[in-house]
Structures are given as C-alpha cells and as structure tokens.
C-alpha cells in the first residue's frame, strides 16, 4: 500500500536545500516584509503573544528572534515533581523501551543505538528504560529546557535526512527518529544516566544549545562529538538547554526503573514545560 500523497512528495523534495534557504530567510532582517511573516504566522497558527516577554510583534528583527521569543516570568511554573516536562508540545508517544526498540507509531519502532548515533554502550544503558516523544508544533514555545537536574557528559551531532516530523510522518516513514539529523545530548543525573535528542527536521533551519550555541549549520556528512567529562556544566530541572530554529521533535531517554510516567499522560495530549511528568519508580516490593 502507497503511502499518502505529501508523504511521497517528501522523499522527492530537496528537503537539504529547503531547509538551507528557509534558515537564511528566518534570519533575515528583512523590515516590513519580516513583520509581515511574522504577522501572518501569528494569524495562522493562533500564537499565543500574551505569554510572551516582549508581546510586541515590531520588537523582532527577525523571524528566528520571534520563533525562539523567551516567555514572560512565570506563565510555567516548574512543578515540585521529580520529573517535568521539558518543553510546550504533544505527546507523540511514550513508554518502554524493549530489547532496544523504541515505538514510533503502529507499525514502527527504531533502535535506541540508532537513535544515539551508533553507540552501543550508550544505548544499553537503556535497555527496558523508559522513553517520551514530544512533538512541537509551530504555534509551541521552541526553548527547550531540563527535565531533571543533569550534569552535562557529552554531546553528538549526528547527520541524518530531513523529513517532517509531524504525526501524519511518523505514522509513514519507518524509522523516521533514527534517520532525521539529531542532536544527542548525554546527561548524568541523580538517578543515573539521562539523554535528550534534539531531532531536526524540514526548514529546521538550526538546533542550538546553552553551552555550545548553534550545533548545525555546519551540516556535515560525519557524526561530530564533544566531550564536557573536564567541565563542570551542571543544569537544574526547569533550566532551558537548548531551542529550536523553526520546530522539531524531543526525545528523552531514561533508563529501567527509573520513573514513572503520570497517569493522564496519553498520546497526542497536550503538555507544557513545567507539568509534572513523572514520579520516581517505587517497585512493587516497597508498595
């Protein structure tokens, strides 16, 4: 069976040189014609203003300047939780990861190595863990911040297509995580390891972080690696991390027994940066 028509035409597009051209025009100081993009997308998408730092659209000197906008003080609060959500999004999906299969949509899962860039050590770390998908859509707050305390280990950049990212995709494009240009982020927390992979996608014009600014461009053919092992870079849960030019995807990768998840999280709902998103693991045995 076919896949949908806008899925066909994804892998026909020169998604590469859509995405090139579409980050040189959102970093465009372009005057009336940036305001007007600007306004329309507001239009368009429904962008919540009011929760912005600065509300007023002539403030933006570009439309980067306006998609990763900081939010006022206080509009997400960071709940007492041991665990919260790092980011303005929908959940695509979350839950176990088994024998190093993460579930993408009926009919897909990818590998946890393949997503982390082929590292087999880091993957096993793992293994029967726990994983979230959070998708953001264009209207969402793009700053991406801590779920939990973490001290920063190392980073990879890892080369990769540019196919959308949205639900219609993933329920199309096997492997769709796995195969899109990524940023993983290796963290240790209080309760071990922890990951947070950054995944572009079409007119991603550029994922950035707090400690290394903009990760790509470069876009190179070679997987690329930083190690942080001799730095002190400690981020605490609520703290941003990263943002996205132009939307994505984040995933979070914790391992066995670590948490667990709230109970009204479900796939496609809402969630915002701050809520709680999951309580430490009690086993069975300590109930």
């Known amino acids: 069976m076919f896949p949908p028509l806008p899925i066909q035409q994804q892998y026909l597009l020169p998604k590469k040189l859509l995405t090139v051209l579409m980050g040189k025009g959102a970093s465009l100081h372009g005057g009336a014609l940036t305001q007007w993009v600007i306004r329309k997308f507001v239009a368009h998408y429904k962008v919540n203003m009011d929760e912005a730092a600065d509300p007023r659209l002539e403030s933006y000197d570009t439309f980067n300047d306006f998609f990763t906008r900081p939010l006022r003080e206080g509009v997400r609060p960071i709940a007492a939780a041991p665990f919260v959500c790092p980011v303005d999004a929908a959940i695509s999906q979350y839950g176990p990861i088994e024998h190093d299969q993460i579930f993408q949509a009926k009919g897909?899962?990818?590998?946890?190595?393949?997503?982390?860039?082929?590292?087999?050590?880091?993957?096993?770390?793992?293994?029967?863990?726990?994983?979230?998908?959070?998708?953001?859509?264009?209207?969402?707050?793009?700053?991406?911040?801590?779920?939990?305390?973490?001290?920063?280990?190392?980073?990879?950049?890892?080369?990769?297509?540019?196919?959308?990212?949205?639900?219609?995709?993933?329920?199309?494009?096997?492997?769709?995580?796995?195969?899109?240009?990524?940023?993983?982020?290796?963290?240790?927390?209080?309760?071990?390891?922890?990951?947070?992979?950054?995944?572009?996608?079409?007119?991603?014009?550029?994922?950035?972080?707090?400690?290394?600014?903009?990760?790509?461009?470069?876009?190179?053919?070679?997987i690329r690696e930083w190690r942080y092992d001799d730095q002190n870079v400690v981020l605490h849960k609520g703290d941003e991390m990263g943002r996205f030019l132009l939307g994505s995807t984040v995933i979070l990768l914790f391992p066995k027994n670590v948490l667990t998840f709230t109970p009204d999280w479900a796939p496609t709902r809402a969630v915002r940066l701050g809520e709680a998103m999951a309580a430490v693991y009690e086993s069975e045995s300590a109930l």
């Open 108 to 222: 897909h899962s990818y590998s946890t190595r393949a997503l982390v860039g082929g590292d087999a050590v880091l993957a096993a770390q793992f293994d029967h863990g726990h994983f979230a998908t959070l998708y953001l859509a264009p209207k969402d707050y793009h700053r991406i911040h801590m779920p939990c305390e973490g001290r920063l280990k190392r980073m990879i950049y890892v080369p990769g297509d540019l196919f959308s990212v949205n639900p219609l995709t993933a329920r199309h494009v096997p492997g769709l995580f796995a195969r899109n240009e990524r940023v993983v982020c290796e963290f240790e927390s209080l309760s071990g390891p922890m990951v947070m992979v950054l995944v572009g996608a079409t007119i991603v014009g550029s994922m950035a972080t707090v400690w290394h600014g903009v990760v790509n461009p470069p876009r190179t053919r070679e």
